[in-house]
């Protein structure tokens, strides 16, 4: 009873709704369609058999069409599905694939199941430390998931507590980043905007951000900069440092609030600390500018190091460009090819049109035009200034050595492609 009252709470209805014929065939049209919400209530529609015959088969596909679309919940009921080997051959490893890929997306029941299987070291290597952050961040909405973590804590040293608060508060802000890149990528529904307000009302620190960055973007609310303000500082609070990396930037650029260089140094510097590499990048500016502290450019090299390392393209773009001039480190144009390519292979527009001049010079690199105009080519779809220097090269290039160039400039395309696919 408890699963099938928790799939209907999933599917936003309660143990007494039904599903009427009408709506499951405007869901079985929509989803047909492409559209996600639908794909998600079909497959729920055929695997509780309400108003259609139950055929867990069915459900798969719609609750995997919908998965691939971004739906935590349909991620979740894939994991459900691969688990109970409904529908499809029962598969533990896959179904705490998407276990986790929802969890990390947000859905607090697949952060309570996933930490019970870390408890349990049931397809997980047995993992308190895990299993408590998991429990805890799903605890601000799940009573089951509080009582589990509060049971847990029993059997967990204090030094294994502290370790398990901490890295809640790192799936915090790896959940917020998650959510917010598929925000940008696929928009969401008010369902969602609504649910976000609930759960930031109730303190959950990811629903807090996430509601701050709605409000300063006008996503599904009109724009708000003071609500923002708001809400990124009730969660900064509770130590989420993608929050305090927003709240630097609302100081700094006197959003919501009054400009406080001060203000927006103290913010970057708590997130920075935390790992998360946006606000290493931005600490690194302040300490090269003197934004709220005395210059110190051995500082900026430090942390803009700290952010290209963690794969910051801007960082790595930054720290490619500071070892071709010089600046804060000496001269080496290996290495300046090095983070250029890093951060090129993320799609960079600025970082690509530098690997062109390298490889045009021979800086770092042999010289070679045809890679340099491939690169020029990529590059000029996001950076102005590439196409001049692609229309120049060209007049130092043979007829033979233009078609090579175009051929290995979408080749070039492809590779980039690829590696950023990979990487979201």
């Known amino acids: 009873m408890r699963f099938l009252t928790l799939i209907l709470s999933l599917l936003c209805i309660n143990a007494s709704a039904k599903f009427t014929p009408e709506e499951v065939n405007d869901w079985k049209l929509k989803a047909e369609q492409g559209d996600t919400y639908s794909q998600y209530m079909l497959g ?39 688990i109970r080997g409904d529908g499809v051959a029962e598969d533990l490893v896959e179904g705490l694939k998407w276990y986790r890929k929802s969890a990390d997306n947000g859905c607090e ?29 799903a605890s601000v909405i799940l009573d089951d998931a509080r009582r589990n973590r509060d049971v847990l804590e029993k059997n967990m040293t204090p030094l294994q507590i502290e370790a398990g608060i901490k890295r809640s508060i790192e799936l915090q802000a790896k959940i917020c980043v998650n959510i917010e890149a598929r925000i940008n990528k696929n928009g969401s529904t008010p369902a969602e905007f609504i649910e976000w307000k609930v759960k930031a009302e ?24 003071f609500e923002a303000l ?34 927006a140094f103290n913010c970057f510097l708590k997130s ?17 500018t003197g934004t709220g502290i005395e210059k110190n450019l051995s500082e900026s090299i430090k942390w803009i190091r700290k952010s290209a390392e963690q794969g910051n393209p801007e960082a790595q773009f930054a720290l490619g460009f500071r070892y071709t001039i010089g600046k804060g480190v000496s001269i080496d144009y290996k290495e300046a090819v090095k983070w250029y390519r890093k951060a090129a292979s993320q799609g960079h527009g ?54 090579a160039g175009q051929k290995r400039s979408k080749d070039l395309k492809k590779e980039i492609e690829a590696s950023i696919a990979e990487n979201e």
């Open 272 to 288: 920075a600390k935390q790992g998360n590499d946006r606000a290493q990048f931005n600490l690194a500016v302040c300490y090269e």
């Open 44 to 82: 729920g529609a055929n695997y509780l058999g309400d108003s259609i015959s139950k055929n867990y088969v069915e459900a798969v596909k719609w609750f995997r069409r919908a998965a691939a679309q971004g739906s935590v919940d349909a991620q979740f009921f894939l994991g459900v599905c691969y």
């Open 230 to 263: 708001k809400w990124f500082s009730k969660s900064a609070e509770q130590g989420n440092d993608e929050a305090q990396g927003y709240l630097g930037f609302c100081y700094a650029n006197g959003v919501g609030v009054s400009k406080n260089k001060n203000e």
């Open 202 to 225: 109730k303190g959950d620190s990811i629903a807090q951000c996430i509601l701050g960055l709605c409000y300063q973007k006008g996503i599904g609310f009109e724009q708000n900069h």
């Open 350 to 403: 600025h970082a690509q049109n530098n690997l062109g001049v390298c490889y045009d010079n021979g800086q770092g690199v042999n010289k070679d035009l045809i890679e340099s105009y491939a690169y020029f080519d990529v590059a000029s779809s996001t950076y102005d200034d590439s196409l001049e220097y692609r229309n120049q090269l060209q007049t130092k290039m043979s007829s033979t050595q233009i078609a």
């Open 109 to 137: 029941e697949a952060q309570s199941a996933l930490a019970s299987h870390y408890e349990r070291g049931e397809g997980l290597p047995k993992n308190l430390v895990e299993a408590y952050a998991y429990y805890n961040i």
